[in-house]
């Protein structure tokens, strides 16, 4: 847990400050602190954890290598199921997941500390630079294309290049790895993680990234279609859902992942400008990622509102209470109705909620509070007309049980998908299975090009 350095003289926080703030979420286990917690696990047969683990992690087998030494074995039992096990150890939500599956969970002790291990394990292989532990299969002269560097994309063509398949990979920004590069909070990937990550990934080889190609300006499908076997799209959400409420133009009202990708990008977090009365609008992780980090950048107070209750929220009981002891004030049961300003926005008004009947109504009760800073995490959605002529499912694209799209040899996987919650483990593991997908759809010449 983290430890809040408020500012020492009154006013912004120094440098040394920010970075006590910003150090990491949950320092790593020492080699015998992780041998102690192996020796926790009871191995059991038919193991929870596992079936809790969207990716399906060998836990007990990881765990048992752990307390016999082979950490190296352990990495390879994780990564060979999760590619990404090491940004997953720092940001899955473990405590719905594999742990809260653990059947020591209600001892005294609390559950096995699966995700912690899982780090130490991931860690220790990739600050040795050896060589890649993975090794391809014979070159099967297939070109696959892959939208988007993002956990999908990633664990697609580490997969498909395993298989033998090259890939090239069109990414829309400078640098790979989606989310975990541009918005996760800092204190959970400190040290350049994700860039460690991708470049551990491509040790594979047969994976080549273009970078500042955009789907629909550098790329379009249709080309890609044209020129590669199939196509692979983990094009994630990458459009924030506006708030429809008065006053939401105002300078300094600003989509919350903005916030999160500007203070991961920044050279100097000293120098990273944060509102003095900070009101963040939402209740999923990212609310809470932009809410703890914009109070650790020194903000006086920093208000999270919610239309619902906690029960409702899409962070995690774990998260919520992170917000709550970062001193971030939860106001749950209130909607956005107006934002006020001159210039630039100065306050932030909430109506008050309740449900009746299973359906959320505004109360007449008001209230407002000072906001200098107002950040949106509503929810993002599908940047819609590269990808048009694609079928839909709701507000994503629609997919086959083998991932693919209503156009053939074109398939899609993590956030822009429905497949499960929108997490970095669940995009890891359809670009994995979507990697055996189109794998067999090439061997049967279904989508051979
Ligand atoms: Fe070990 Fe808990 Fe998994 Fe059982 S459920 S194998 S005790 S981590």
Redesign the pocket.
Known sequence: MLHLKAPSDGGALSATEIEDNFADLHPPLSATQAEVEAA?????FD????AACPTAID??RF?HQIRTGNVDGSARTILSANIMGGTCARACPTEVL??Q?????KTEGG??K?GQMQRRAVDHLLAKDAPHPFERAPKTGRRLAVVGAGPAGLSFAHRAAMLGHDVTVFEARPKPGGLNEYGLAAYKMVEDFAQAEVAFLLGVGGIDIKYNQRLGEAVNLDTLREAFDAVFLSVGLSDASALDAPGSHLPGVRDALGFIEDLRQADDLAKLEVGADVVVIGGGNTAIDAAVQAKRLGARSVTLAYRRGPEQMGATKWEQDLAQVNGVIVRHWSSPVRFSGEDAVSSATFRRTRLEGGALVELDDEFTVPADQVLLAVGQKLRHDPLAALERDGAKIRVSDTFETSASRVYAGGDCIRSGEDLTVQAVEDGKRAAHAVDAALKSNGAAH
């Open positions: 926790r696990c009871l191995y059991c193991a929870p954890c596992i836990i007990p765990i594999c742990e599956s653990c059947v020591v969970n559950p096995v699966i």
